[in-house]
């Protein structure tokens, strides 16, 4: 068997392996969230001081300017000229506030330096103030940074494992002020996942069978588009909407999908679904190959004569095509047939691709073919 036929053979049958028969059950909690319910970005700036010598240099205004501010707002009069500390980088954190954080919590927060220093190793944080979008301060952040990287040594005998310049405080920032979130009373709105008509139908089509409306009553759940399905609160959870919520991400559904194959054509990787159904189509398949061969011959003249030697290049021009091969998918086929018969004709991923991007084209393949 061919190198590349068993590479093809070993893409098809992870491919086949990791692709069900058909879509199973899922909770909704996975395929939907609650509008209004979800985390929050924050950013702030800081400085990070303690380093041995690989902080920020004096072409860093900013580092300097800010050391100099902080040390004036403790009473100290100092000038940034005069300031020649390498110890201290000036940074951007940056942390996520989960949805109904309470004042008081902690959340992590990742430090990178933004000036020229080169290592963050052994820093410390001060106190940054973490703000959100508006504007506001949501957290204060401190601590010592944890690194998964090192720089040892100087100049050119020097040895860098990972990122030095980035850095992680777990539990590094306390929350001051709860984020802003979606009412939970009245009416919910389940955001899908990913957007698809017949998902959402089957999502509310579950809540009302587990929660079936009075006589004379509409339904509690009712489909808006392909990404929302709103949700009324029914009267005997009105007091108590988290337990609502919890109970319609325990109900399980069909999620549909559209049938994808996905090719990388720079490393050959085709991942398909077995279920992806192939029109009637025959596949001829051959190659083309012309090879050129430059050689030097080297031309020697005769004794006692004024000639001179000469490199003379030898140029053959050699072409050779196969036979071509073809296949025949009658009605019903799958990928898997075709990976089959693709096999049999000794192709190779890279003919794979563009076979699939020519069923495409005839639209003999009924699926999405995304190449990346």
Known sequence: MRPNTCLLLAISAAALAVAPSSPGAVRIKELAAVEGV?????????????????GDRQQTVFSVQSLTNILREMGLTVTSTTIRVQNT?????????PPFAR?????????????????????????????????KVYSIAQGPLVLGAYLAGRGNNSQTLNH???????????????APHGSLEGTLRLELRQADFTTATRIAAAVNRRFPAAAGSPSLARTEDSAAVAISIPPDYAARPTEFIAEIELLTVEADTIERVVVDERTGTIVMGRNVNILPVTVMHGALTVEIQT?????QPGPLSQGTTEVVPQTSVQAREEKARSITLPQGSTVEDLVRSLNAIGATPRDVIAILQGLKSAGALSAELDVI
């Open 103 to 135: 004042p008081g919590s902690r959340i992590d927060v990742v430090v990178a330096a933004i000036g020229d220093a080169t290592s963050l190793q052994g820093g410390v944080l001060l106190l940054t103030s973490l703000r959100g979008v508006d504007g």
């Open 295 to 299: 050689t030097f011959e080297v031309s």
């Open 164 to 178: 030095p310049t980035t850095g992680r405080i777990p539990g590094g920032a306390i929350v001051e002020l709860a």
């Open 89 to 97: 980088a000036a940074i951007m954190a940056t942390a996520t506030l």
């Open 38 to 54: 979800r985390d929050n970005p924050l950013i702030g700036y800081g400085l990070v001081v303690g380093l041995n010598g690989t």
